[in-house]
Every structure is written in C-alpha cells, then in structure tokens.
C-alpha cells in the first residue's frame, strides 16, 4: 500500500508562490503573483480534468476584509 499512497500524494496539487510587493500610493499596492507548480506534482487528467483551478484571496493584515479574489 505503500507505494499506492505515495502516488496519491504526488497527485495532490502543489504550488510554489514568490510574491512581489510594491507600494504606488499609500492606498495602491502592485502585487505580481508567480505560481508555479511543485516538481513532485504528477498531474493526472482522470483527478484533474483538463486545468486545475485555484483562488487568489487578498485579506487586509487583521483577516477581517477581503479586498480582492481572483
């Protein structure tokens, strides 16, 4: 079972993210996102059709407000 078990997990989507901050205004902030997936990551069209979709959430520093989701 071993080895059925650590296919699964390999088919489980990961993700390495760099995100870059840079202040325009004291209200504006530009973030670039760079996703890309982990090296171990198998895909596998029967698990994951033909994409993988993931939401991006941007919370103010308390949690409290959402203040864009893509």
């Keep these: 079972m071993g080895k059925i078990i650590l296919n699964q997990?390999?088919?489980f989507p990961r993700?390495?993210?760099e995100a870059y901050v840079q202040p325009i205004t004291r209200t504006l902030v530009r973030v670039e996102l760079d996703l890309r997936s982990h090296q171990k990551f198998t895909w596998d069209a029967r698990y994951h059709g033909?994409?993988?979709?993931?939401?991006i959430i941007?919370?103010?520093c308390d949690s409290e407000q959402i203040l864009h989701s893509e």
């Design 50 to 55: 033909a994409a993988e979709p993931f939401w």
């Design 58 to 60: 941007v919370e103010d």
């Design 15 to 17: 993700l390495e993210l």
């Design 9 to 11: 997990i390999h088919k």
